[in-house]
């Protein structure tokens, strides 16, 4: 059975709405000298909008139509805020023949025998889309903090699309108590470069690593490993390799469930003051068994 202490200190995070499940949540939490923080749903909200829509061919009317119709079969938060956007505008989505979701890139459909292609740039660049008519706007875009994703059809741009998702409240205190702590912090995102960078700045991380694929995050806590023992905090089906990976996982307690079952601590409470919190309650437990 546990040493009481872990029993104290499972009951103490549980009332704070932390699930401390494994051996590791104690004795290697305490002892982490990194760690790395993915970007959508975990150091911001996830729950991305659409702020601005900019069309180069066509109606905006069609082109946001057009993109819902896309991403109605995505589960990614920003599929769901095209869709959103899409209802919010009155539009009325075409019907999808066939769909396909390729991650940390975008999706292909084909809509009355049309490929319509919506995603990131690099996405559309790897279509063929000729992305010159947008590239100045995405820069400045990108560089504002915004993920923008574009809509293709054959061949063709159609459209811009700057989504915005809200840094947590507690953001900002929490890298900055972790940081106090001599904790490195690290940002790891799919999204792009500009953008992650912008979002790191303003929650005060010190380190990115942008444009990584689902399969890339888990390889990218390995070379951490290297420097010492690392967490890994997430919340997309996406980060569970990474999770997996880490010294100690941490899930979001409103994460998918593959990232829920990866995870060493579980926030059910959604905030990342648990981080720190967690972290002095694997420190005193640990201690009261010595
Ligand atoms: P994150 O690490 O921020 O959760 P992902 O790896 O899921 O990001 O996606 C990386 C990038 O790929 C996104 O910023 C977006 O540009 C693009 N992308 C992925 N899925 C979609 C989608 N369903 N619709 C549009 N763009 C997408
Ligand atoms: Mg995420």
């Known amino acids: 059975s546990a040493p009481l202490s872990i029993v104290r200190g499972a009951g103490e995070a549980a009332e704070h709405g932390i699930l401390m499940r494994t051996g590791e949540a104690f004795q290697g939490y305490r002892l982490v000298d990194t760690i790395v923080l993915d970007k959508t749903g975990t150091l911001t909200e996830g729950r991305p ?15 946001v139509a057009l993109a819902a119709a896309a991403e109605a079969f995505s589960e990614h938060p920003l599929a769901q805020a095209v869709v959103k956007a899409a209802f919010a505008r009155g539009a009325v989505p075409p019907e ?63 459209g811009l699309l700057a989504l915005d998702d809200k840094l947590r409240a507690d953001a900002v205190p929490v890298v900055a108590a972790l940081r106090r702590e001599g904790l490195r912090t690290v940002l790891l995102t799919g999204d792009n470069e500009r953008t992650a960078c912008r979002i790191a700045g303003e929650a005060g991380i010190d380190e990115v690593h942008a444009g990584v694929l689902p399969d890339g995050k888990a390889e990218i806590v390995r070379r951490l490993q290297a420097a010492g023992k690392v967490a890994m905090v997430g919340d997309g089906i996406n980060d569970a390799p990474a999770l997996m990976q880490a010294d100690v996982g941490i899930a979001m307690g409103g994460g998918t469930d593959i990232a829920i079952e990866a995870a060493d601590i579980i926030i059910l409470s959604n905030r990342l003051a648990a981080l720190p919190l967690a972290r002095r309650i694997s420190h005193r437990s640990y201690a009261k068994m010595l």
Not at 97 to 122: L, M, N, Q, T
């Open 49 to 63: 909008v659409v702020r601005e829509i900019e069309v180069y061919s066509g109606t905006e009317a069609a082109l």
């Open 96 to 158: 999808v023949a066939a769909f396909e979701a390729i991650p940390g890139k975008g999706v292909v459909a084909r809509i009355a025998d049309s490929e319509v292609v919506v995603g990131s740039p690099a996405f559309l660049a790897g279509h063929g889309i000729d992305l010159a008519p947008a590239s100045a706007r995405i820069l400045t875009l990108e560089e504002a903090g915004r993920t923008v994703i574009l809509s293709g059809r054959d061949g063709r741009l159609l």
